[in-house]
């Protein structure tokens, strides 16, 4: 069978690391309808995710970690999705974040040193908690209701966070509040099992369901002075972009690698008794086929030729970022006409709970409610035009 990878696999490096991923795929993948049913992250899951240190993979060296470039990233990113998307997605978020502070610098050196520790030593799990009911995504630019108020000794976070990935299992939550002292708004990390810190399960999805974004609660939550880890300041002109949000293109090319997969090996076994011959050699069959890949090769070689701008050119990245937010609208529009595709050829039975097709359909179709959205995709590449 056509292996969609191996055009992009350049190094040992490289190899190694898809080979390592590609054993943790097929690990989870093989719980993927459990974790579906149950609308939960397994702990199966999470222990095969430590077990292979998956979660140290974009710390430095210096602290225990592969130092993860982008490309890397989203090539273990898509594979990892082919077994199970919602892991992928959950730890995407994990290791994205790991990346943003390692590249950017946004902590100061002791507290992300110690925080390189925690992840790879004692295996902990972070992730911000951003969005709200009232502000919706915060790459709308919503201002957080979320209060932090200062008291003598640090601060007290009230507010509710919705679709925060991973709650139940996350070790962190990196929280952002609006605080009173400063009229900013500021990041805090706050820990799981903190006095006033609740999960409310409320993640009813009809797909990704195995990300188990449920809401953050916090309640007169107290955090130290030195859990304020970051705070906004006025824009910089020249603003570097998020490239490490390319995990969320990659996550859906995964599903559509995967849909993909299923139906050709469908088409390929599958002989009414109407025909002599299996339906793999039916034309409009075929043409399907044909599309599918011409998709994927269309989302992956823009995918990771972006990805390889951004390694291999950091004094552009500023330029990179109507790029960057293409990569997702082109991916994750292929990828649901992939899958659409996957059941055309597989038919009525691809509608069956029983089939895989059905839950790929179901989880292809978050990755067009994920950021950057469609229409701002467009407004940005528009504005480019205009400005240029």
């Known amino acids: 069978m056509w292996n969609p990878y191996s055009p992009f696999i350049q190094t040992e490096r490289q190899s190694s690391l898809f080979n390592i991923t590609k054993e943790l795929s097929n690990k989870v993948g093989k719980r993927a309808t459990l974790t579906d049913h149950y609308g939960k ?29 982008l490309y890397e990233f989203v090539l273990l990113q898509e594979k990892l999705a082919e077994g199970d998307a919602s892991v992928a997605l959950s730890i995407g978020w994990h290791l994205g974040i790991v990346m943003e502070l390692r590249d950017e610098g946004l902590w100061d050196e002791e ?13 902990k799990i972070i992730n911000r908690a951003a969005t709200e009911p009232a502000t919706g995504s915060p790459t709308r630019g919503g201002i957080p209701e979320t209060t932090a108020v200062r008291d003598k000794t640090g601060y007290i976070l009230n507010g509710r966070k919705t679709f925060t990935t991973m709650a139940n299992v996350l070790d962190y939550y990196i929280v952002s509040a609006k605080m009173n002292d400063l009229n900013e708004v500021g990041w805090f990390l706050v820990e799981n099992g903190q006095n006033g810190v609740k999960i409310e399960e409320t993640w009813d999805s009809l797909g990704m369901r195995g990300t188990a974004s449920d809401d953050l609660i916090l309640s007169d939550v107290h955090v ?7 705070h906004k300041t006025p824009p910089r002109k020249g603003k570097v972009p998020k490239g490490w949000l390319l995990h969320i293109p990659a996550c859906y090319l995964g599903i559509a690698i995967a849909a993909r997969n299923e139906a050709v090996e469908f088409a390929k076994n599958y002989q009414p008794n109407s025909l002599n011959t299996t339906i793999s050699e039916v034309a409009h069959i075929k043409e399907k086929i044909g599309k599918m890949d011409l998709a994927i090769l269309n989302a992956q070689y823009f995918l990771f030729g972006v990805a ?59 990755g067009l409610h994920n950021p950057p959205m469609d229409d701002s995709v467009l407004h940005t590449l528009a504005s480019r035009a205009i400005n240029d």
């Open 41 to 69: 992250f397994l702990d199966d899951n999470l222990r095969d995710l430590k077990d292979y240190n998956y979660q140290s993979l974009s710390l430095p060296k210096a602290l225990g970690g592969e130092n993860l470039s």
């Open 224 to 230: 130290p002075h030195n859990r304020l880890v970051e």
């Open 111 to 123: 507290t992300f040193n110690w925080i390189g520790k925690e992840i790879h030593h004692n295996k």
């Open 308 to 366: 390889d701008k951004w390694d291999n050119n950091p004094e552009n990245r500023t330029d990179l970022g109507p790029d960057l937010a293409a990569v997702k609208t082109i991916a994750t529009n292929n990828a649901n006409e992939v899958v659409d595709l996957a059941m055309r050829i597989v038919g009525g039975r691809s509608l069956a709970k029983s089939s895989n097709l059905e839950r790929h359909y179901r989880d292809v179709r978050a």
